[in-house]
Structure formats: C-alpha cells, structure tokens
C-alpha cells in the first residue's frame, strides 16, 4: 500500500484528500503545521508529499528546498496562487507537479496514481540497462538513483532524475515536450509544458560546463530535446 504524507492547513480539504485516496487504497498521513510536516516528511517513510503553500510556522518553498536538500519523495505542490511566477518557484525549487486550488479530489487522485505508476513504470525500465550509464565523465547509478559528473555527485529531485534517466536510455532520439510530460509525468500536457523547461534547465545547470552549450541535453529548435550519444 502507498503510503502518502498531505501537509495541508485546511483539514476540511486535507480530509476530503485523504478521504479519495483511500478509496483508492492508499494510506494517508495528515500534518496541519508547516514545520511539524516537513520534520515527518524526513523521519518517516512515504511514497509522495502533498504539499500546500500557506502554512503556519514554515511555508511550502521552504519546506520544498529543505526536502530536496535531503531525499527525492516526489512532490505535488497544491496552491491557491495561480501566478506562473509561484508555479515556476515552486517547479524551480525541485516541486514534481503543480495544482492551482479549486481542483477536483479525482484529478488530484488520478495525478497521484500517474506520478506513482510512472516512476514504478521508470524503475523497472532502467532494470533493463546495465547499473552504470557512464557517458563522457557524467555517470549514471542506477541502483542508488545517483548522478556524478567528472566524479562529483549532484543532487537531483525525484523528476529531474526520471527525465535525465529517460533521455539517457534513449541516445539521440528526438522527444517534444509533449512527449517528456507524457512519459514522465504521465498525464495531459496542456498548460504544463513550462514544467518540462524548468526541468530541463535545472538539470542543465547541475551536469553541464555551461548551458549555453550542452554537451549532453540538446535543444532541438521547434521540436523538442534529445541526448546526445
């Protein structure tokens, strides 16, 4: 059973959460608190975060940065803010998904399914490539889901490896964005095309000299991105 923490100020709306989840057999954890969410989302073992944005004593950015700092749980970051300025925060921050507040309990269940089936889904495809991907000084550990470059580890989030992992087990092909949210993310891409790009751009600036020149992460104007073999 998958086990998912919702931090969320709200109960009324963290209930009906968790209420549709469990329908869905999952088990739910609720924390009201800002700081007591992000010390149980360290101390205990889930398989995703809900996250709100306003909360009382620490926000959801901070809590977000802190997560990330520590461990890849994927991340659902829920808000009523709708400015692409906090989406783009929040992705920036190592956020695997973003939901502006009205939204239904089943799209919220049917985006916690998709991000859990696809990363099960992505797990079990990298068991089919050898432990190591090692492609001119920027390594690949499969096993531990770590990445080096030039023999120094760089943190990544939970997507940001999925979709480093995903080009790089299929060199030189040419994917649109459309095609990396879909098979990352799982879902319908339309109005969530900026997650891609922050995505990309973060993981440029942890494996690559310089951004302005790729040398594994190509950007195929008009069309999309590919790896280059």
């Not at 329908?23 to 101390?43: F, H, N, P, W, Y």
């Not at 939901?99 to 239904?104: G, L, N, Q, Y």
């Not at 990352?184 to 990309?200: C, E, L, N, R």
């Amino acid at each position: 059973m998958k086990r998912i923490l919702i931090i969320e100020d709200d109960l009324s709306i963290a209930e009906l959460q968790r209420d549709y989840l469990e329908m869905s057999e999952m088990d739910v954890v609720i924390e009201t608190r800002g700081d007591l969410g992000l010390q149980k989302a360290l101390t205990e073992a889930f398989d995703l975060l809900i996250l709100d944005l306003m909360l009382p004593n620490m926000n959801g950015f901070d809590i977000c940065k802190q997560i990330r700092s520590q461990t890849n749980l994927p991340i659902l970051m829920v808000s009523a803010k709708k400015e692409d300025i906090d989406i783009i925060r929040g992705l920036g921050l190592g956020a695997d998904d973003y939901m502006t507040k009205p939204f239904s309990p089943s799209e919220l269940v049917a985006r916690v399914k998709a991000h859990l089936a696809r990363y099960e889904r992505l797990v079990g495809q990298e068991s089919k490539v050898k432990e190591e991907l090692c492609i001119r000084g920027l390594i690949i550990d499969k096993r531990a889901r770590r990445v080096y470059v030039n023999e120094k580890e760089v943190t990544l989030t939970s997507k940001e490896y999925d979709l480093l992992m995903f080009l790089a087990i299929h060199p030189n092909q040419v994917f649109t964005k459309n095609d990396l949210f879909e098979r990352i993310w799982g879902m319908d891409s339309a109005g969530d095309i900026a997650t891609v790009t922050v995505h990309i751009g973060r993981i440029r600036e942890k494996i690559e000299l310089t951004s302005a020149e790729p040398q594994y992460i190509e950007t195929i104007w008009g069309v999309g991105y590919r790896f280059k073999a």
